[in-house]
Structure formats: structure tokens, C-alpha cells
Nanobody, 114 residues
Framework: QVQLVESGGGLVQPGGSLRLSCLAS????????MSWHRQAPGKERELVAR????????NYVDSVKGRFTISRDNAKNTVYLQMNSLKPEDTAVYYC???????WGQGTQVTVSS
């Protein structure tokens, strides 16, 4: 069955960096668009970034442009989100999504706080 397993979240100080990973299985990863989303407390889930099967990045939410980078390694069935210059407002649960049907990972908490 389809599985998406996120990792790499944690507590980081403002200005710090984290790299999230999402390991996919159960479908042909290299054939599908993947995306990262986040949901902060009391807010709706929002798209952060999206990447096509061949690595074309089609979306970044304005608030992360220039700070976050989405990438993928089709040989490793993994999509990444490199997050630099983190801000307290980046605090959220981050989810990866496979655009194969509509599958989501369980989420990984990112907390930016001093």
C-alpha cells in the first residue's frame, strides 16, 4: 500500500535550518508530482511547495520564497524540503503529499522558537 513517511522535524532557533525528508513507497514515485504542505495551530493547511516528476518546481508559497527549497531524488523515492532562515511563523506540522490519488504522510512537527 502507499506509504509516506516524513522525518527531520524538530525544535530550531529563529534563523536556523532544517531539512525534511519524505520517503515514499507503494507507487511509482518517479511518475508523480509531490508537494509539501503545512498546518499551523488554528490555521488551514496550506501548500508550501510542489515539484513535478522531473524536478520542475511549480509552486512556492510567497512566505517561503528564497528560504525554502523543494527537491527530489527519484532513485531514493524521497522528496525533501530544505528550510533555511526559519522564522517563528514557520512553526507548523509539515506534511508531504503524493499526487497519486491523494495520499498524505502523518506529518512532522517543526517548531521555531528561542
Amino acid at each position: 500500500q502507499v506509504q509516506l513517511v516524513e522525518s527531520g522535524g524538530g525544535l530550531v532557533q529563529p534563523g536556523g535550518s532544517l531539512r525534511l525528508s519524505c520517503l515514499a513507497s507503494g507507487f511509482t514515485f518517479s511518475s508523480y508530482t509531490m508537494s509539501w504542505h503545512r498546518q499551523a495551530p488554528g490555521k488551514e493547511r496550506e501548500l508550501v511547495a510542489r515539484i513535478t516528476p522531473v524536478g520542475i518546481i511549480t509552486n512556492y508559497v510567497d512566505s517561503v520564497k528564497g528560504r525554502f527549497t523543494i527537491s527530489r531524488d527519484n532513485a531514493k523515492n524521497t522528496v525533501y524540503l530544505q528550510m533555511n532562515s526559519l522564522k517563528p511563523e514557520d512553526t507548523a506540522v509539515y506534511y508531504c503529499r503524493a499526487h497519486y490519488g491523494d495520499y498524505w504522510g502523518q506529518g512532522t512537527q517543526v517548531t521555531v522558537s528561542s
